[in-house]
């Protein structure tokens, strides 16, 4: 088919299909694939020319650290129970929405002055939406699922224009197991019911 790939490419596929399918079942063994992926990914992009893609591995990376204490310790000192599934608060969302805004104008001005990116606004959206989607991963909120969907819709044409197919590919796969993490997630929600006495209770 006249694609060309390499064994960077090809390990990143399969890490990060089987991270983001481990994801959707709550599988903590995504964190430490996830971390091989990482660095897979950073050689890739770098070469690729993806450089805020590649550099967002590494905060991937420290994110992928609090997100598996996050999950096995339920992200509260002291505690070892596991963390729940729940939705995203407004206030999250204020804070979530600002950061991503100023992290992808920072970014764009970056590449476009510093970097002989060709794609500098595409490069650093889908590195905010990344961002946003991995913080709310690391706490399992459901919303978490659509951050990615959206950033996956960007990535597949944006790989196919720096020439990655078979990463293309790959974040074809993951929209799919975006879905079914988003559908899985949201059957994992605890009853309305029992949140509100929850509520009560504290």
Known sequence: ??????????????????CVWLVARQHI??????????????????????????????????????????????????????LPVRRTTAAEWAVLAAAGAVGVLGLTLLLSRVTDSTVPFWDALTTGLSLMATYGQCRKLVESWWLWIAADLVYI???IYQGLYLTSLLYVVFLGLCVAGLLGWRRALPARGAHQARQAMA
């Not at 088919?1 to 089987?18: D, K, N, P, R, Y």
């Not at 950073?42 to 598996?68: E, M, S, T």
């Open 1 to 18: 088919m006249g694609w060309q790939t390499s064994w960077t490419e090809i390990l990143g596929f399969v890490t990060g299909a089987v």
């Open 29 to 82: 063994a995504n964190w430490p694939i996830g971390i091989a992926n990482n660095v897979f990914f950073i050689v890739l992009f770098a070469q690729a020319g993806l450089y805020a893609g590649a550099g967002l591995q590494i905060v991937f990376i420290a994110l992928a650290a609090y997100g598996w204490w996050s999950w096995t310790h339920g992200g509260g000192p002291g505690t070892a129970s596991a």
């Open 157 to 159: 044409p944006l790989y």
